[in-house]
């Protein structure tokens, strides 16, 4: 069994939204110190209230990669009868694709950006795991640059998988690419494209249905969950797309097929048919709302 702490989501003032997926630090096992001596201080300021982060560092003068991104461990910490000092430790980089997109994007334009900790994984024989997410500050012109990256990659009926959610399949991590699926869904509905928007939340609702799981097994019944927030926008997309039950249904059975060739040759638990008697009554109650999405301002 293994330890999981960190989980108090220290970001930025402001309102900030998050634009990749879950990330895990990598390079950590070459600096398997400093991440424990970070994860030891991150430890004991949680217990106290203390703030803590991951600061993210461009280094352009890396020879391997001029995109290299540091992750940069902070916390507050105390020693003896001393006052409480920062310290950092440099624990890894971002994954090198995500790398390359936040250069091109932020980094490149002065854009600002900051990472979220989502908590620190401690197994057997010294293992140690390390997950954050790039956040941007909410409607900023960086937001803007990453939302459409997003919606170009989940355009079409039947988008091109990004190199990020070829990785996370092929090492069997369905839950953090469900979580990729989401960010494209949120995507193309800030940039207006709601029909497109909607069938990505269903992606994401038929991936929920079925248990996505990180690692063993990649789907799993103990894991299948809804988010009341997938059915809430799912509501929304279908009420501003002005369509009923059945037509819905039927798109939810379109894009659900989709889903199940895009992630071959993994399968899933929860037949299509199943999957929808999951969410039907949860999404009839929701759309009697009358919940609508809001029309995006000019971008």
């Known amino acids: 069994m293994g330890e999981k702490f960190g989980r108090n989501r220290y970001r930025p003032p402001g309102a900030w939204i998050q634009t990749t997926g879950l990330l895990d630090v990598v390079g950590i096992q070459y600096r398997k110190g400093d991440a424990h001596e970070y994860a030891r201080a991150v430890r ?8 803590y982060g991951l600061p993210l560092e461009p280094e352009p003068a890396n020879r391997h990669d001029p995109n290299a991104i540091k992750v940069i461990g902070h916390a507050l910490t ?3 009868f001393f006052a409480p000092t920062d310290r950092v430790w440099h624990i890894g ?11 091109e994007d932020l980094i490149s334009t002065d854009h600002p950006y900051a990472a979220e900790l989502y908590g620190i994984y401690l197994g057997r024989d010294d293992f140690i795991d390390i997950e954050f997410f790039v956040l941007v ?12 990256r997003h919606a170009r990659s989940a355009a079409g009926p039947a988008p091109a998988l990004t190199e990020e959610q070829q990785q996370l399949l092929r090492h069997r991590q369905l839950g953090l690419y469900r979580n990729t699926r989401l960010i494209q869904a949120e995507s193309l509905k800030r940039m207006g494209d709601y029909g497109g928007a909607l069938d990505m939340y269903l992606r994401v609702a038929w991936l929920d249905q079925n248990g996505p799981n990180n690692g063993g097994k990649p789907f799993g019944r103990s894991h299948v969950s809804i988010a009341p927030g997938i059915i809430h926008a799912i509501a929304q997309g279908t009420n501003v797309l002005e369509l009923d039950l059945a ?21 899933a638990v929860v037949a299509q048919e199943g999957a929808w008697a999951g969410l039907e009554a949860d999404l009839e109650r929701a759309i009697s709302s009358g919940t609508q999405w809001r029309r995006p301002k000019s971008l």
């Open 93 to 103: 980089y971002v994954p090198r694709e995500i790398a390359k997109e936040l250069v």
């Open 247 to 267: 037509a819905l249904r039927e798109r939810f059975m379109t894009c659900s097929q989709r889903e199940i060739a895009a992630i071959s040759p993994l399968k």
């Open 44 to 51: 004991t300021a949680e217990q106290k209230g203390w703030p």
């Open 137 to 148: 500050p909410k409607s900023s012109p960086g937001a803007i640059r990453v939302a459409r």
């Open 78 to 80: 105390k020693r003896f």
